[in-house]
């Protein structure tokens, strides 16, 4: 009785743990595909979760930073999706790889073409963007996300440090440094289609030294194998005659003793 109340004690709490962790994963967010540096361009993924039981999502609208402005948002397109981009005319233009920019992304709206994102599933809408301050270690995304029962529920909260996060945090995209995110290997979309060749001609190349240093290491593994296989053979014939050796000394041993 008592062993069965223990774990009906620990079964609740679970359950209790459970339905408290599912609502702070349900909300929309925003994350790198590998690192967004500063100064430079990086594809980020929209990630939203459908959070009710009885909706699906239709509709979901991102509002861009406007302290740090963005001049390019490329959407990549998904399956089922709509998607429009919404540029603002900047107050002051900015600098950007020698040319003046006079405006830049103020929202993205994808809208569902049929069912949207029904309830238990989440859909990622990746946009690549840039080009990132160099002067801020975040960036803020404050998303609208509308249900197909007319629900509308707004992730525009500013997290604060040091404080407990809001009930309707808006999506926030961290910065590395710009040294960090090259040697990580950031995708840097202002290069050009002649850097893009060229990158593809450097990973061909290391494609066939890797498949060089592959191929050697493999014959080297098959030597090792045959070796490794003779001596085994050696030993085991060294034991056998050893053993021979001494059977025939016992045997002689005894026929002297009866002589």
Same mark, same amino acid.
């Given at each position: 009785?008592?062993?069965?109340?223990?774990? +009906?004690?620990?079964?609740?709490?679970?359950?209790?743990?459970? +339905? @408290?962790?599912?609502?702070?994963? +349900?909300?929309v967010t925003v994350q790198p595909e590998?690192?967004?540096?500063?100064?430079?361009?990086?594809?980020?993924?929209?990630?939203?979760?459908?959070?009710?039981?009885?909706?699906?999502?239709?509709?979901l609208e991102v509002s861009f930073p406007? =302290?740090?402005? @963005?001049? *390019?948002?490329?959407?990549?397109?998904?399956?089922?999706?709509?998607?429009?981009?919404?540029?603002?005319?900047?107050?002051?233009?900015?600098?950007?790889?020698?040319?003046?920019?006079?405006?830049?992304?103020?929202?993205?709206?994808?809208?569902?073409?049929?069912?949207?994102?029904?309830?238990?599933?989440? &859909?990622?809408?990746?946009? *690549?963007?840039?080009?990132?301050?160099?002067?801020?270690?975040?960036?803020?995304?404050? +998303?609208? &996300?509308?249900?197909?029962?007319?629900?509308?529920?707004?992730?525009?909260?500013?997290? &604060?440090?040091?404080?407990?996060?809001?009930?309707?945090?808006?999506?926030?995209?961290? @910065?590395?440094?710009?040294?960090?995110?090259?040697?990580?290997?950031?995708?840097?979309?202002?290069?050009?289609?002649?850097?893009?060749?060229? =990158?593809?001609?450097?990973?061909a190349d290391e494609a066939s030294d890797?498949?060089?240093?592959?191929?050697?290491?493999?014959?080297?593994? =098959? *030597?090792?194998?045959?070796?490794?296989?003779?001596?085994?053979? @050696?030993?085991?014939?060294?034991?056998?005659?050893?053993?021979?050796?001494?059977?025939?000394?016992?045997?002689?041993?005894?026929?002297?003793?009866?002589?």
């Open positions: 009785m008592k062993a069965s109340r223990i774990a +009906a004690a620990g079964a609740l709490a679970a359950s209790a743990v459970i +339905a @408290l962790s599912v609502p702070a994963f +349900a909300h590998g690192t967004a540096a500063k100064g430079g361009y990086a594809i980020v993924d929209f990630r939203v979760p459908n959070e009710r039981d009885n909706a699906s999502t239709t509709k406007s =302290d740090h402005p @963005l001049t *390019s948002a490329l959407p990549v397109p998904v399956d089922g999706w709509d998607v429009k981009v919404t540029k603002t005319e900047l107050d002051k233009p900015i600098e950007s790889h020698g040319e003046k920019i006079t405006e830049a992304v103020s929202k993205i709206t994808w809208t569902a073409k049929g069912d949207g994102i029904e309830p238990g599933f989440l &859909q990622k809408f990746p946009v *690549s963007i840039g080009q990132l301050p160099e002067d801020a270690d975040e960036l803020v995304f404050k +998303a609208i &996300q509308t249900y197909s029962n007319k629900e509308v529920v707004r992730w525009i909260e500013v997290p &604060q440090e040091g404080q407990e996060e809001p009930d309707s945090p808006a999506p926030v995209l961290p @910065l590395a440094d710009a040294a960090d995110g090259h040697s990580h290997g950031a995708s840097d979309a202002s290069s050009g289609p002649g850097d893009e060749a060229e =990158d593809s001609g450097e990973k890797d498949a060089e240093a592959a191929a050697q290491t493999t014959a080297s593994e =098959d *030597s090792g194998d045959g070796t490794d296989t003779t001596a085994r053979v @050696l030993g085991v014939v060294g034991i056998v005659v050893g053993g021979a050796g001494v059977a025939y000394g016992v045997l002689a041993g005894r026929r002297r003793s009866d002589a």
